[in-house]
């Protein structure tokens, strides 16, 4: 239940809705709902077969890349590439919370982003366990407040939604399907598909959870 927990954690990474909204927002509704599900399926078909022998054979990112044939030096590339895809994550979490606090509190930005680099030292370093109980804490908390801005707009301006859904992208001009926007789209969440190695690496710690 924590390693599960933890890893469902992973929906509530803030860049997730940023990535959505500048889809939406550069290439229309259309273009974006319709690249976020083929991504979708594109990141579900390419993680299912990865997820089952990860859990399988209790293997981690790294011993898969090996047994896929890419040997040492391709599973020491392929763990860079996922490493820095994690940072460049992080550091975008860290800019949109740094984004928050300046906001809020008024505080040079530069101190926003220290702040929000010092916060989450202990986090890291205290790995799953930390995180673990920090979403039990505050997952409830979560679920609310993400879905209260719906529940909000729905109160107070319900026609926003009949809007929203014929939102033209600033690229695209209109809010019509388009081949060349779509693809675009697809390309950025396609990029999102590195994401699979931070689930292998929950899923590898499943077998050893049992066995406890």
Partial sequence: WRVANTAFGAASFLILEAVGATLLVQHGFTNAALAILATGLI?????LPISVYAARYGVDMDLLTRGAGFGY???????????????IFFALEAA????ALRLYLDWPIVWCYIASAIV????????ITLISKLQIWTQGLWLVLLVLPY???????????RAFAGLSGYLSGNSSFDWLMFGAACTVGCSLVVQIG???????????????
Avoid: K, N
């Fill in 151 to 161: 529940v909000a707009i729905a109160i107070r301006d319900p026609g926003a939604f």
């Fill in 73 to 87: 030096v391709g599973s020491t590339i392929t763990s860079l590439i996922y490493a820095a895809f994690t940072f």
């Fill in 198 to 212: 931070e689930q292998v690496d929950y899923i590898f710690i499943f077998p050893h959870v049992e066995i406890a």
């Fill in 43 to 47: 990141i579900f078909l390419a993680g």
């Fill in 96 to 99: 949109i919370m740094a984004l």
């Fill in 120 to 127: 989450i030292v202990p986090l890291v370093l205290r790995g």
